[in-house]
């Protein structure tokens, strides 16, 4: 396997604090100092598109597409939620049943058209669902579906946790589905996407192997945590019934058509004419949006498009953490490569890692 090395050894991961106005040698020092690198997480340095790793996906497909099911449940009269209507004072039945529409119906409707279709899913399970009704992630792991960490429940912010609160609710969401599943989840996604400055380094420590967080990427990036490295995964924002449906008020036809033209473009791009390379498709999808019969039908279209190229052995249809295994799988064996060839040669790029953090071959 080759790997083609990213030249961005320079890149200054830890910046020097920018002093405030008037600190120091004045204020024209300061002002010089504040054009200087901006401040950054230090997880992961840049790394452009360009810059193409080359290997296959399981199957020898460039691009691996799987849907993200976020099934989630709300306290009742409290709490955050996606509303389909204006927030009324609490208790908000409107849009409290609006939500629960998706635990009813919504879910196994969607669930019905994902094995006329035989997709996997990536479900995005609140803990809640296990008292409330439990039936649901019961069917889920019948069919062999991946079940990721998604909080408790949605109806409160992942960071408004302080540490210790934070660890507590990453350590019960994997016993409880571990309790249930025979094993715990590999991967997390936090309610409302929300992080603190430490989720990367708690999520490595309570035993999780990826987040879906973070959608700055067509490709699985690397993290680097106080506790070891860990998987970013491309989890879609724009390709997500939340923020088209909910925010931008785009009707179900409009978003099943782009789901079609992003996974026809996103195809056509990991099997670019002079730089093919392994990408990663996700589809985030609701049952209390999606589910919805008018939405339903659109969505039946777009995943069937889908289907057929899969049926072609054009894409692997997968899941969240079968992508994680396989980057793993592919970093072990660059690693391997490198050390048993000879010493003193150029530097291999990892994949999902740039030539800073490389291996000498």
Known sequence: MTHNANPNP???????????????????????????????????????????????????????????????????????????????????????????????????????????????????????????????????????????????????????????????????????????????????????????ALTPDLLCETGYRYTLNWCHDDRPVRMATRGGPLWSIPYPQELNDIPMIVGRQMDGAAFADMIVDHFDEMLAQANHATRPQPLVMGIALHPYLVGQPHRLRHLRRALRHIALRRDAGEIWMTTPGAICEAMEASVEEAVNGAMEGAMGQAPIALPGLSATMAVTR
């Open 10 to 196: 320079n890149l200054n991961l830890n910046p020097p604090p920018v002093p405030a106005a008037g600190e120091g040698a004045g204020c024209r020092h300061a002002a010089t100092t504040a054009f200087g690198p901006l401040r950054t997480h230090g997880r992961f340095p840049y790394r452009p598109i360009t810059d193409a790793d080359d290997f296959d996906w399981p199957g020898g497909a460039r691009l691996a597409v799987y849907l993200g099911f976020n099934i989630e449940h709300f306290a009742f009269g409290e709490g955050l939620g996606a509303n389909i209507g204006p927030a009324s004072p609490q208790p908000d039945v409107l849009n409290y049943s609006w939500r629960e529409y998706g635990n009813r119906v919504g879910v196994w409707r969607c669930l019905d058209l994902f094995d006329a279709l035989r997709m996997p899913t990536g479900v995005l399970l609140n803990t809640a669902l296990y008292d409330h009704c439990p039936e649901v992630p019961d069917a889920f792991l019948a069919r062999g579906d991946e079940l990721i960490g998604h909080g408790h429940t949605n109806a409160v912010r992942q960071s408004d946790l302080d540490e210790a609160g934070e660890r507590a609710l990453l350590r019960h969401c994997r016993e409880r589905i571990a309790a249930h599943a025979g094993k715990p989840p590999t991967g997390w996604l936090s309610p409302w996407i929300s992080e603190s």
